[in-house]
């Protein structure tokens, strides 16, 4: 069996040793960039199942890289912080990252995180795989290539925008909570506030409305959360 790939990018020595130490006992095949235009060099070059990336970084900090990787990749993220403040985490989720872990931490909760995110993201791709195409009023899906197209175009949404549409069209009848989104796109395991879902919402609205959509594809439920809006009217 291949080894799992990770790509650690931190601009501190003594952390990425750390992290590789923690890794590479796991059976990990670790490359490690000491910025973010590096990283983003690497990431071209390889093919990797998760990207450890620090926030705080001279240069090209790790919010940055992220959007950058976010454009042609859905890799799964896990960013490390200093900082706990939750307008930094929804920043950082509301830009296409995966999951945040504070600085200090053990390398046990580090290795959960890990294996938590690598999962789901299979578990992710194997589910859209078997998936037919889902087309409503003047939006065509295709899961298995994670492609949604508006008017015929193709529209690039982030992994985590991406899962939440696919997510509520595939269940058109039902309407979610933000705590059932969370789980079940975050996990379970997921601490951090909800409101990175209001987030990925707005970025998915506006970006359908930008493409030409007349018509509001995610409906507020108000008292609970969220529904898809399969039948185009204008809401």
Same mark, same amino acid.
């Given at each position: 069996? *291949?080894?799992?790939? !990770? ?8 952390? /990425?040793?750390?992290? /590789? ?5 796991? =059976?990990?095949?670790?490359? %490690?960039?000491?910025?973010? /235009?590096?990283?983003? *060099? ?15 970084? $001279? ?7 992220? %959007? ?35 600085? $200090?931490?053990? $390398? %046990? ?9 690598? /999962?789901? *993201?299979?578990?992710?791709? !194997? ?89 509001? $594809? ?6 609970? =959360? ?10």
């Amino acid at each position: 069996m *291949s080894k799992l790939q !990770v790509l650690i990018v931190d601009d501190e020595w003594k952390m /990425r040793n750390l992290l /590789r130490i923690y890794l590479t006992r796991e =059976g990990f095949d670790v490359k %490690e960039a000491s910025n973010g /235009r590096e990283a983003l *060099s690497m990431v071209k070059e390889h093919s990797f199942d998760i990207i450890i990336l620090d926030v705080m970084m $001279p240069d090209m900090d790790g919010w940055q890289v992220c %959007e950058e990787v976010r454009e042609t990749d859905n890799v799964a993220i896990l960013m490390l912080t200093a900082r706990s403040e939750t307008k930094d985490k929804v920043l950082g989720l509301g830009i296409g990252a995966d999951d945040y872990l504070t600085k $200090p931490f053990e $390398p %046990e909760e580090l290795l959960a995180r890990v294996y938590s995110l690598i /999962r789901r *993201s299979t578990m992710t791709q !194997v589910s859209v795989q078997q998936e037919s195409i889902l087309e409503f009023q003047d939006v065509k899906i295709h899961p298995e290539g994670r492609e949604i197209y508006i008017h015929d175009l193709l529209v690039d949404f982030t992994q985590k925008e991406f899962d939440l549409f696919v997510s509520l069209a595939r269940n058109q009848q039902r309407a979610y909570g933000r705590g059932e989104l969370l789980d079940l796109l975050w996990g379970y395991d997921y601490d951090g506030d909800d409101r990175v879902v209001d987030t990925h919402v707005k970025n998915i609205r506006d970006k359908t409305r930008r493409s030409g959509l007349l018509y509001n $594809p995610i409906q507020t439920v108000w008292g609970v =959360g969220y529904k898809f809006n399969a039948t185009g009217e204008l809401k």
